[in-house]
């Protein structure tokens, strides 16, 4: 079956250490993107790639880092310099064909940090 | 820019009654507009989507009608369901930007 997964479902890390979350799809879409979900509010865009090899900053991208170096994986560091980071996280795919820009989700990943 | 307001939560009904969940939107050109759902822990899915002033979007007895001369894409049903509780977030799309804008989410309980 075709979709978005995510990895871990839950993350712990200590304050002050990097960690890195996955994000893999076989959708074969081009663009993947990144969001920050708070309790209580809506999705904010940290991070989006409509290619290989080229990401875009969203409105929430301090702290955060991504790489595309393969279309089926956008994988996000949060590093230390994120203020706070405990969060669940989104990942999301969109194909660039079609008229309707629908993005399709993955299972999320909740961050802790301790 | 672009924005989103669904009506607050959350939304407590009982089992069979009618929903409305209001959501209005402001947007430079003819955005897409949808209904995503979240069930608890777990991702967004696409309930329903529509990309052009009077679509109707529709799906698993939900319903949305872009309204382009009120700004609004309210979602509705006519008979709610215990499996209905979630987390409707409204969302639009300005054609070929790739980006989604969110509403803040309105929290939906039914009771039985």
């Known amino acids: 079956d075709g979709g978005i997964t995510q990895s871990p479902k839950y993350l712990f890390r200590k304050e002050g250490q990097n960690v890195t979350l996955s994000c893999e799809q076989n959708?074969?879409?081009?663009?993947m993107y990144w969001y920050r979900q708070d309790p209580g509010q809506g999705l904010r865009l940290i991070y989006y790639s409509q290619i290989v090899n080229d990401f875009q900053k969203g409105d929430i991208a301090e702290g955060y880092s991504v790489s595309r170096e393969k279309k089926e994986s956008f994988p996000l560091t949060v590093t230390s310099a994120q203020k706070n980071p405990t969060a669940f996280y989104l990942c999301a795919s969109s194909s660039r064909t079609g008229r309707v820009d629908t993005q399709y989700f993955g299972p999320g990943t909740r961050l802790t940090v301790l | 820019g672009n924005s989103v307001t669904q009506m607050e939560g959350p939304v407590t009904l009982s089992e069979e009654a009618f929903l409305t969940i209001n959501c209005t939107y402001t947007?430079?050109?003819?955005?897409?507009l949808f209904w995503y759902v979240q069930y608890p822990g777990e991702g967004l899915q696409l309930l329903l989507k529509?990309?052009?002033?009077?679509d109707k979007g529709s799906n698993k007895g939900f319903e949305a009608t872009y309204r382009k001369e009120t700004t609004s894409f309210h979602l509705e049903k006519g008979s709610v369901q215990v499996s209905d509780s979630a987390v409707y977030f409204c969302?639009?799309?300005?054609?070929?930007?790739?980006?989604?804008?969110f509403g803040q989410g309105t929290r939906l309980t039914i009771n039985p």
């Open positions: 529509a990309t052009k002033a009077d």
């Open positions: 969302a639009l799309s300005e054609r070929g930007a790739q980006k989604l804008v």
């Open positions: 947007a430079t050109g003819y955005p897409s």
């Open positions: 959708l074969n879409h081009d663009a």
